[in-house]
């Protein structure tokens, strides 16, 4: 017993730095040919949008904006796979309990 308690106190601590990791980490995605790109991080927070001056325009405000939309959309599903392929490194080290599924 105080082998499982010890396992899952090294799985907490090991998720903690994983989750600090992500942080510091980030993913990318863009739209309309990359004339938006939005960057995000681990964490799933929205650290930078770049925006082309030639895809401004004063009389089309929509597609720019459904264009930001798509990118921090596609940044968040990257940031968000790279989060899940983190985390799932954690699996192997969980105790096999018969009956408990630790596996997302």
């Known amino acids: 017993m105080s082998n499982i308690l010890e396992q899952a106190q090294k799985v907490q601590s090991e998720m903690e730095r994983i989750k600090n990791d992500l942080g510091n980490k980030t993913a990318t995605g863009d739209a309309g040919g990359g004339m938006v790109t939005a960057t995000v991080n681990g964490n799933n927070k929205l650290v930078s ?51 408990l599924n630790f596996n997302p």
Not at 65 to 89: H, I, T
Not at 91 to 96: E, I, R, Y
């Open 49 to 99: 949008l770049k925006i082309s001056k030639e895809i401004v325009n004063p009389e089309d405000i929509e597609m720019l904006e459904d264009l930001v939309v798509a990118a921090v959309n596609k940044a968040q599903s990257a940031a968000q796979e790279m989060s899940q392929m983190e985390m799932g490194r954690l699996s192997g080290m969980l105790p096999n309990i018969p009956g």
